[in-house]
């Protein structure tokens, strides 16, 4: 009878850990619409990025870093959809798909209550095509 019982706790622990937990970002200001020449919204595994005119991409993204002050993804760009006019073609020639590491950093002023966001890009961990770009965040009044 113990051994039964034992078996079923243990299943029952190894199922617990097994279940898939939902990730939150550390800051709820990543949650906010990023703005510059391009809007940006961010989740824990998607990114989806607007032009100005229109044009869009989402990826599938893994969050490798997750802080107060930065959140880090690297997300799987699919090669564009020749027959969605309104996507953004971001993929080589070749049609790859691509993966790109984004960084995103919350700087330390705040003016006219918008907060300034560096975002890094690169290709890998070694920061190969490391490209900056500012955008900032009109933060939720509830925040």
Avoid: W
């Avoid at 970002?25 to 998607?46: A, C, M, S, W």
């Avoid at 690297?74 to 049609?95: G, H, Q, T």
């Avoid at 890009?121 to 965040?137: I, M, Q």
């Amino acid at each position: 009878m113990r051994k039964i019982i034992a078996v079923l706790f243990f299943t029952l622990l190894t199922s617990c850990a097994l279940l898939p937990r939902e990730e939150k970002f550390v800051n709820p200001i990543f949650y906010e619409t990023i703005l510059g020449k391009k809007q940006i919204r961010l989740t824990p595994t998607q990114y989806y990025v607007e032009n100005q005119y229109g044009y869009h991409t989402s990826a599938k993204c893994e969050m490798l870093e997750n802080l107060e002050d930065r959140i880090t993804l690297k997300c799987l760009f699919m090669p564009a959809d020749p027959n969605n006019e309104e996507e953004l073609i971001i993929v080589s020639s070749n049609e790859k798909p691509l993966y790109m590491i984004k960084t995103y950093i919350i700087m330390p002023n705040l003016q006219d209550g918008k907060y300034t966001i560096e975002e890094q890009t690169y290709f890998d961990e070694n920061k190969r095509g490391l490209a900056h770009t500012y955008y900032h965040v009109n933060p939720d009044k509830k925040l």
